[in-house]
């Protein structure tokens, strides 16, 4: 963590390791698991471990698996963030998004309207234009945190929501 270590330089063995930590090779091949778990290694069968390369793949798993296992005081504050992301991503794709991405949201706003009654249907087009609009920020780190949370934003709307004033509430604000 202290950057000491640059992404893919090989870690020292796990008996280096070992004598470097006082420590058994149990304590630390589990060390080793628990930062491979938060994307911080990579392990090669037969080469060893590896400081991993920076991945917003990894800060999606790792937002998406916050989002999943918050409880819900904790996933309020979390929808807070995302509306704040949310709304930065408009302003930016306002400026950047090009015709494909209007496109794109367009056919997810139809489906949308064709889907009232459906919630599984009605929530796959919610999150495309949600994420169209990402897309149209042109901003990688807010697009991938934002695809993070949509599957729990939806599951959460489904559980909350539903009846048919909702639906038609949800497709005026997207409009």
């Known amino acids: 963590m202290e950057g000491s270590l640059t992404p893919g330089e090989r870690l020292p063995s796990e008996e280096k390791l070992c004598a470097r930590f006082s420590a058994s090779r149990t304590v630390i091949r589990e060390a080793i698991q628990q930062l491979r778990g938060r994307g911080l290694l990579r392990t090669l069968k037969g080469s060893g471990s590896y400081i991993a390369d920076p991945s917003l793949e990894n800060l999606a798993g790792a937002v998406e698996t916050y989002s999943v296992l918050t409880h819900a005081d904790s996933y309020l504050e979390l929808m807070d963030f995302r509306i704040l992301l949310e709304t930065e991503c408009a302003r930016l794709a306002a400026i950047n998004a090009g015709e494909r991405i209007i496109d794109m949201m367009q056919h997810a706003q139809d489906k949308m309207e064709n889907s009232r009654g459906d ?28 695809s993070a949370l949509e599957k729990r934003s939806i599951e959460y709307a489904h559980l909350n929501r539903g009846d048919s004033l909702w639906y038609d509430n949800v497709i005026t604000t997207h409009r």
């Open 119 to 146: 919630l599984k249907r009605f929530g796959e087009a919610d999150i495309a234009f949600h994420l169209a609009i990402a897309a149209g920020s042109k901003h990688n780190l807010f697009a991938t945190v934002l």
